[in-house]
């Protein structure tokens, strides 16, 4: 099974670089913003972690239980089983999550039992004498994995779907997290694009949660 889950603010934010974290902290007192990453995500939400931590490691798994469970208190239960059910193979029992180097390098998240990351670019595909995204699906599931979670950043994110939208791979289901506010970012996702996407590729659905915090929503991958 592949997935796709990302994060971005209501107008397409996705990310922040180095050099604009250095200037928002020369700037402001603001102690929340200036304790955010160095790079990587412009915002701090409880929720969106705690639903990728439960997604990216299964339920089957402690620590995927283990924040699902906390999760469970911050949605009502019944919507957020719809959207969780069967996100993953039925034989789950290791997940892999790809992303581009950059926000690899930046995840700084522990590998688990049930859970590795993966950097993908050009360069490494070569090195492992694999061709392209499609052979490196097809080399992680002879690997034993089950599940793969592709997680950005921005530029990988949209490679994938153009190779979906291609007919050269398929995805399954795409989790899209809308984190509530605006956001200082100079990483930006064009959301007429995304939409594009969803609208020629996924099915739309009730398939959602929201809190205060974020808008959490799960589109299935069309089949070709």
């Not at 969803?198 to 809190?211: K, M, P």
């Amino acid at each position: 099974m592949i997935n796709i889950i990302f994060a971005m603010g209501e107008n397409g934010e996705f990310g922040r670089s180095l050099e604009l974290h250095k200037a928002i902290v020369a700037r402001t007192p603001d102690e929340e913003l200036r304790d955010l990453p160095k790079n990587g995500l412009p915002w701090h939400c409880r929720s969106d972690m705690l639903f990728f931590r439960t997604m990216t490691n299964g339920i089957g798994s402690d620590v995927g239980m283990a924040a699902y469970q906390a999760l469970r208190g911050q949605f009502s239960q019944n919507t957020l089983h719809n959207v969780v059910a069967h996100a993953w193979a039925d034989d789950s029992e290791y997940n892999c999550v790809l992303s581009g180097v950059k926000t690899w390098q930046q995840m700084n998240l522990p590998m688990s039992r049930t859970r590795c990351f993966l950097p993908v670019s050009r360069s490494i595909l070569k090195e492992n004498g694999l061709n392209n995204l499609e052979e490196l699906l097809d080399h992680t599931a002879n690997k034993g994995t089950s599940t793969v979670w592709i997680a950005g950043g921005k530029e990988f994110l949209m490679s994938v779907l153009d190779e979906f939208a291609a007919g050269k791979i398929h995805i399954d289901n795409m989790f899209v997290s809308t984190i509530k506010g605006t956001f200082e970012s100079d990483v930006v996702i064009d959301q007429a694009k995304l939409m594009m996407y969803i609208d020629s590729n996924f099915t739309y659905n009730e398939e959602y949660v929201e809190n205060k915090q974020v808008l959490i929503q799960r589109y299935r991958g069309v089949i070709k």
